[in-house]
């Protein structure tokens, strides 16, 4: 954790409901899996603001007591929790609970069903990687 | 209300919550002031969608009982709340209630400010007018 994200945190830190965030992460949230060349399949729940609305992310970060704060460019932030077991046991089954209402849901499901396949280490096997990037294909669209 | 309107109407509408909405209009949604030549100010709510998720645009309208949803582009689609009574006694009250987070909450204040201005006709004098300008100036920054 970087010393900007240490002082920030120190700040008044706003309270969000289950439902406020279902909302706001049907909105701005995304649920990406990276592939990269190495074979690593690396799935990460995301959401980005400018700088101006930065308390938000602190507040997810402190919701979900996981995750971290970053800046992506001068006026762009994200948070962004990436660790397996914060996505299985945390991310995950609170998006179970409150349910997603537009079609993100659909790329929620996917992404669900992919880290619990890597979870599993499917993803170290041909065969279970090839079917992790044929859902991982259909994402976003 | 177009035809194809009444038919989507007709299918499932899905229950929302107060707080989802809050949270979802905080990402999507827009609090906007259009000002014509003419001199007419047009204060708007917006959501706008693409098809995939048109059916969380049906669900705004039921929620809030007023305002239209229709097409923008090929795939995109909006919800928008235009008459002055509808925002003065359903929307702007709704969100006073559920407050935003993020800083669209300073448009939203900004917003409101402007609409009760017109409801008071203070559009109508040139000294109202420039000020009612100077507050839309400020907004989406």
């Not at 602190?58 to 914060?86: E, H, I, M, T």
């Not at 179970?96 to 499901?109: A, G, S, W, Y």
């Not at 499917?122 to 279970?128: A, K, Q, T, V, W």
Request: proline letters at 2%; hydrophobic letters at 35%; charged letters at 25%.
């Amino acid at each position: 954790m970087g010393s900007s994200e240490t002082k920030r945190s120190d700040n008044y830190i706003m309270k969000l409901t289950s439902q406020w965030i279902a909302g706001f992460v049907d909105g701005e949230g995304c649920f990406h899996v990276g592939y990269y060349k190495s074979g690593q399949i690396q799935p990460e729940f995301t959401v980005v603001q400018h700088t101006r609305s930065i308390k938000v992310l602190y507040a997810l970060k402190s919701f979900f007591g996981c995750g971290s704060v970053r800046q992506q460019k001068p006026n762009l932030w994200y948070y962004r929790v990436r660790r397996r077991s914060d996505l299985l046991d945390t991310i995950i089954p609170f998006f179970e609970k409150n349910q997603l209402k537009t079609r993100k849901k659909v790329d929620f499901i996917r992404f669900r069903w992919i880290t619990i396949q890597c979870s599993r280490n499917n993803h170290l096997n041909d065969d279970g990687l090839k079917w992790i990037l044929r859902i991982r294909n259909l994402m976003h669209k």
